[in-house]
């Protein structure tokens, strides 16, 4: 059996973006995507990338994704990278390849001297989160995630908040 981690290329956006609707449609989520192929091909590949996609490939199909960005922690004064998505399709899980996935992303923090590989993970979904403490995070209960976005993201921006 075959496992090959490699980054997405300029001509996959079609496929990272299924990719990710893949993964909202498991996470019941897919009425919130908003982003459009063209969106995650200019985030991916354009002027000023900001966004970075590893592609996971069994016996040489897409079998999973890794799609993250870096951040910077001014308390420990490095970058890091925050895990925006991991999907490894349902048929192939079992196989290490989440595993594999997130050992590369933690291979590059490492090499380039980042402290942290961080992400969030939806509370009902039990079985990543147990994954997710086998493979050595912490859950982190004592920090409550905040989003301001549409109307609120707006009107914050206009000082009517």
Known sequence: ??????????DEAGLVFSLIREL?????????????????HDALFGDQPRL??????WEGDPAG????FN????????PGIYLEDLFVRPALR???IGKALLAHLAKQCVANGWRRLQWAVLDWNTPSIEFYKSQGAELV???TMCLVHGPALTALAQGKQ
């Open 1 to 10: 059996m075959s496992l090959t981690i490699r980054r997405a290329r300029h």
């Open 24 to 40: 909202a449609e498991y996470e019941k989520l897919l009425h919130e995507v908003e982003a459009s192929e063209t969106d995650i």
């Open 52 to 57: 970075f996609c590893e592609i996971a490939e």
């Open 65 to 68: 994704v890794a799609v993250w």
């Open 71 to 78: 951040t910077f922690s001014t308390f420990t004064g490095r």
């Open 94 to 96: 079992g196989k290490g």
């Open 141 to 143: 209960d004592d920090w």
